[in-house]
């Protein structure tokens, strides 16, 4: 059975995106008796994933969330919303160069449930075996464990680093790429260029965020014996801007502009749309069967403060003994905005403090300043099934726990615990 997850590799609505998808499908499943070889195809294979994980922190103030797709968030009283998720996936050899997938994941995850979570639904073409065309969804190849992520039984850890991968909302994205494989003795070097459209939703502080995007990119990975290393660069666009009429509307009301002198020069700070961003990655992995390595860097640079420029990484290593794998990770995000001055009211009036304060919050409070050191251990308790179990320490400087949901701004900590244990399994 094949599972191709496990392999390395202005403005649409959603139901036109999963018309569009189907419809794909649709025309590959109606040309398939044509394009069959003999009577071996089509050939279909079905396979799943899954994880199961409790989760918990030290505090009510903040709430952990694996990453800002999701919409509720953990506290000390536990709950099992971050980690846990089903997949099932449907590939369909249709001859020896075309095939279809269809991946849907039943997840935590903001925007709407059925068309966010279809995470893959494409079209492949090899007319060459060592080059792969592919049209429709497709996960987005900006990082080590882009075609994985979602699986949990794939990697060590409970989840992808948080100082790295909370950050990263874009699983997805509808379009292309090409990958065209080079052999260089024994060694393997794959080029990939991608280009297409993300709809991908995430919450923020003033409601649902639509991000809609488009995209283009590239990728280098090299394989050399047991050395992963990819390299990745991506331009994307917002085409959409962030639920922020209210705050738009009163930057630019004449009243405001006369209690608060220069407001009007913040309306850029608060606007997405027609920004860009620049994303630059480099990650590489050792796996030997014994000692296991992941180190992964990047960097954001973003033409809007509401974003904001973020260094991030991190360094994974374990240790296998037997069927049990130790593991410790050191990460850190670290954000470089520029302050934006917000002008001060012309009168101390408790109203015109608090949209000044509002203001600020809205604007400057976007950079990450955290740090964080686990250790976990995962037991594979069956070929298929995998046990785990993780703490981790974070660290958070001035206003710096961005990717956590606050909850009660009257406490801010600057060190917070999350405990989790936690199954994943394929089948």
């Known amino acids: 059975m094949r599972r191709y997850y496990f392999t390395h590799q202005d403005d649409y609505k959603a139901q036109v995106m999963i018309k569009r998808n189907l419809s794909t499908l649709l025309i590959a499943l109606l040309i398939s008796p044509i394009i069959s070889a003999n009577d071996q195809y089509p050939e279909w294979s079905i396979s799943g994933f899954g994880s199961f994980g409790y989760v918990a922190t030290d505090t009510n103030s903040l709430g952990f969330i694996r990453n800002r797709t999701q919409t509720k968030s953990i506290t000390k009283s536990g709950g099992v919303t971050a980690d846990s998720r089903l997949g099932v996936q449907l590939d369909v050899d249709f001859n020896q160069s075309l095939h279809a997938t269809v991946q849907w994941v039943v997840r935590d995850h903001a925007g709407d449930f059925f068309e966010q979570n279809l995470e893959l639904a494409f079209l492949g073409w090899r007319p060459y075996a060592d080059m792969n065309i592919r049209v429709g969804r497709l996960t987005l190849d900006t990082f080590l464990i882009s075609d994985h992520r979602n699986i949990g039984f794939t990697y060590p850890w409970m989840r992808p680093p948080h100082d790295f991968y909370a950050n990263i909302t874009a699983y997805h994205f509808d ?42 990119g590239l990728s280098l990975a090299y394989e050399s014996n047991n050395w992963l290393t990819k390299a990745v660069y991506s331009y994307q666009r917002f085409a959409t801007d962030i639920p922020n009429e209210s705050l738009t509307s009163v930057i630019n009301d004449p009243t405001f502009n006369t209690l608060l002198p220069g407001l009007p020069s913040l ?36 033409q809007t403060s509401l974003v904001g420029d973020v260094f991030s990484g991190y360094l994974s290593v374990g240790r296998r003994f037997s069927n049990v794998t130790l593991y410790s990770v050191y990460g850190l995000a670290q954000g470089f905005h520029r302050n934006v001055d917000i ?69 801010k900590p600057d060190q917070v615990n999350v405990w989790s244990f936690g199954v994943d399994f394929i089948f």
């Open 267 to 302: 309306t850029p700070h608060v606007s997405l749309k027609d920004t860009n961003l620049h994303y630059i990655s480099l990650g590489t992995r050792y796996d030997d069967a014994t000692w296991l390595i992941h180190a992964e860097v990047s960097y954001l640079d973003s």
């Open 343 to 411: 002008p001060n009211p012309i009168a101390p009036a408790p109203a015109l403090l608090e949209l000044q304060s509002l203001l600020d919050v809205a604007i400057n409070n976007n950079s990450p300043d955290q740090q964080s050191f686990s250790l976990g251990a995962r037991w594979d308790v069956y070929p298929n099934i995998a046990l785990k179990t993780q703490w981790v320490h974070h660290w958070f400087g001035n206003n710096g726990a961005v990717y956590w949901r606050h909850l009660d701004d009257s406490i």
């Open 175 to 216: 379009g292309l790429d090409i990958a065209k494989r080079f052999s260089i003795n024994s060694d393997y070097l794959t080029l990939k260029v991608f280009a297409g459209y993300g709809m991908n939703h995430f919450n923020i502080g003033m409601g649902l965020f639509e991000m809609d995007m488009p995209m283009t």
